[in-house]
């Protein structure tokens, strides 16, 4: 479990959540299951563990929806980052305020299998903090973008569902 009201120091169960998410997504295991507690994480984050087929990793949050807030951040480009890994569910999450050349709500890259990102809310994600800004083609946002840059292995087993998506500068790249 985690939640905006938790410590990083505590257990991470439901009476004791961690605060941070990555430091929450940096203790899972396969078959794990994190408990996105309601509130505002002003953090991005990137998952380093898969799960397997039959043990898959769930990130899932509840109602009112949590929320994972970019406002501000500038060290990576995705709110939430899945790069070379695989079995990992995003449900229930909303993202919002990715605002930068680039920004993306969530990535998916590289060797994945087995991802799903579903009942996600999206918005505000834009290339520009400049609301006058014209879009060319070095200007890009994505609110999910799923690239498959390993070769030797494509993306596999992918589902993106009932997500909602609104209010997005995305540049040329949508």
């Not at 408990?35 to 799960?51: A, F, M, P, Q, R």
């Not at 009112?64 to 995003?90: F, H, K, R």
């Not at 680039?102 to 009942?119: F, P």
């Amino acid at each position: 479990y985690v939640s905006p009201s938790g410590n990083d120091s505590n257990p991470g169960s439901s009476g004791a959540p961690w605060l941070t998410l990555q430091y929450a997504v940096d203790q899972l295991q396969p078959g794990d299951v994190l408990h996105v507690g309601s509130g505002t994480y002003n953090e991005k984050i990137t998952l380093n563990v898969s799960g397997t087929a039959g043990n898959p990793i769930q990130i899932t949050g509840g109602f009112p929806l949590p929320v994972i807030d970019g406002s501000g951040l500038t060290a990576q480009n995705a709110l939430i980052d899945i790069t070379d890994q695989s079995y990992i569910t995003i449900n229930q999450l909303e993202l919002q305020d990715n605002v930068m050349n680039d920004a993306q709500g969530i990535l998916v890259e590289g060797n994945c299998q087995g991802i799903t990102l579903s009942n996600n809310y999206i918005h505000d994600i834009h290339f520009s903090a400049n609301a006058s800004d014209i879009a060319d083609s070095s200007k890009n946002a994505q609110a999910i973008i799923v690239f498959g840059t390993d070769p030797a292995h494509a993306i596999s087993d992918l589902l993106i569902e009932r997500n909602s998506v609104f209010n997005c500068r995305l540049g040329y790249s949508e």
